[in-house]
Every structure is written in structure tokens, then in C-alpha cells.
């Protein structure tokens, strides 16, 4: 056979074969679509919560809460929602914050105060009393201690020639304020040099409180770091109001601690 014949069917024989797949191409149609899966969105709640961190002491507002949607299966008892209070924006404006809330926390009704002009009534629980006692920096550690912080009452008085009695008269206690101030500065400045101390205590401790600034030549404030903020609140010299007990008294003697015994002191007397 002639070379030109076998090229001419040569080309036949691969153009009828690109026809014949080009045609089953076109009579399959297209591939069929994997279909998509169905995501479907949990229901949601709105929930009041807070647009910023809002301190002890600060007052709710327009710019410092809002609704946010919340997994309905996540709502827990105490979360306002739009649904049972739709008004709570401005039913609750000028409200007080009694502990702190961060920003994006659920808005909590026992974490606030009614919207009174009464603050310091409305940042104390119940059955607590709101006690002030004069402080210096000596006294106040060095101006260090902030309202919410936690400080030891120490009692130092004077007995009979040189010598000096200290006794912690009340433990663990919660600052409500120093001087009127119930909050940290906006300024972001840590130290509150103040002259006064106003104290959360319990109706006995105010108590003891009062007997410990009268026998007192000096009250002063220890402060506790925040790890101890769990710890008993409600302790305090109860022998101060009668008489019975034994306190824990260090003497102190021309600077020096010469007994920690209190029937040793009374002895000596």
C-alpha cells in the first residue's frame, strides 16, 4: 500500500475516534452535584450583658450594657433576658454595681444595686455594717490599699511605762472605700492615698471596731493578698467587748518583742 493511503487513513481513523468520544461527552450531561449538608443554627436568647468592665461602684447605662444573643440551652437562673425583661436597658440605668463585671459578662441582678443616690447602702450585703477609721500612709500601707481589697485592724496601744501592746483585732475585713472614693481612679493610677478607711463589717465587729479606736493609740491596716480573699471574714477580739478571753498580745519594749503571753502582761501589771 502506498505511504500517502496509509497516512490519509491514518487521520480517518483518529478523527472518527475523536468524534466518537466528543460525542459521549455531550450525551452524559453533567456530573451530578455532591450534595451540600444542612447546618442548622442553635436557637438563641438575647441576654443583657456588660459593653465594658464595669468596677464596684460604677452605674449601669445606655453605653455600658447591651443585648447579646445567647445558646438557649446555655441559659441558667439569674441571667436577664429580653424575653422576660424587654425594658431592662433603661429599667436598669443608674443602677449600681455591687461586684465587678468584665466585659461580655451575663448582667447578674445580685451583682447589682437599686439606682438610689444611696451607694454606699447599696454596695453593702445584708446584715453588714459600713465602719470608717482614720488612716495615714504609715498606717494605710503606704497608700497601697484599694476599695475591694482585704486588710488586717491592728490595735497598738499603750500600758504602763515603755511598753507597747499590738493585737490584730479584726481579720480578713473587705475595704468598702477610701475617703469617697469606692472605685480606682480613671487615670488607671494603682495607690489611693487617703485619710480615711471605710470598712465592710459584721454588727459584732463594728463593735469591737469602735472599742479598739478608743483604746487605741494607733489603728493600722495590713494588707492580704488577693489569694486570701476566701478565707473567714467575721473573726474578731471579742474579749474587747467582754472582758473574758485571752487576747494574743506581743509587747513590745524599746522597740524590741519581750513577751507574746497575755496573762504574763496581765501578771506584770
Known amino acids: 500500500m ?11 481513523v483518529v478523527s472518527a475516534a475523536a468524534a466518537g468520544l466528543l460525542a459521549t461527552k455531550l450525551t452524559r450531561g453533567p456530573a451530578p452535584r455532591t450534595a451540600e449538608p444542612v447546618i442548622e443554627q442553635a436557637p438563641t436568647v438575647n441576654v443583657l450583658v456588660a459593653s465594658k468592665s464595669l468596677p464596684v461602684g460604677s452605674r449601669l447605662g445606655a453605653d455600658s450594657i447591651h443585648w447579646m444573643a445567647w445558646p438557649k440551652d446555655g441559659i441558667v437562673e439569674g441571667l436577664i433576658t429580653e424575653e422576660n425583661r424587654p425594658g ?17 459578662e451575663p448582667v447578674r441582678q445580685e451583682k447589682i444595686a437599686d439606682s438610689s443616690s444611696r451607694i454606699m447602702s447599696s454596695l453593702l450585703p445584708a446584715g453588714k455594717r459600713a465602719v470608717a477609721t482614720e488612716i495615714t500612709v504609715a498606717t494605710g500601707a ?13 490595735m497598738v496601744r499603750k500600758s504602763d511605762g515603755d511598753v507597747y501592746l499590738t493585737e490584730t483585732v479584726l481579720s480578713n475585713v473587705r475595704v468598702l472605700a477610701i475617703d469617697q472614693q469606692v ?11 487617703g485619710t480615711t478607711a471605710t470598712l465592710e ?5 463594728s463593735k469591737v471596731m469602735t472599742v479598739a479606736q478608743q483604746m487605741a493609740e494607733r489603728i493600722s491596716l495590713a494588707l492580704r493578698s488577693v489569694a486570701d ?5 467575721t473573726n474578731a477580739a471579742d474579749y474587747l467587748l467582754s472582758g473574758d478571753g485571752q487576747p494574743s498580745i506581743q509587747v513590745i519594749k524599746s522597740g524590741s518583742i519581750v513577751k507574746n503571753d497575755a496573762a504574763a502582761v496581765q501578771n506584770e501589771k
Open 142 to 154: 503606704g497608700g497601697f490599699i484599694l476599695p475591694n481589697d482585704r486588710v488586717d485592724v491592728i
Open 183 to 193: 472605685e480606682e481612679k480613671d487615670d488607671g493610677s494603682k495607690s489611693v492615698v
Open 229 to 233: 480573699a476566701q478565707e473567714a471574714d
Open 2 to 12: 502506498k505511504p500517502v493511503r496509509i497516512i490519509i487513513l491514518a487521520v480517518a
Open 201 to 205: 463589717l459584721t454588727p459584732d465587729q
Open 88 to 104: 431592662a436597658v433603661d429599667d436598669l440605668s443608674g443602677a449600681v454595681v455591687r461586684l465587678p463585671i468584665f466585659t461580655g
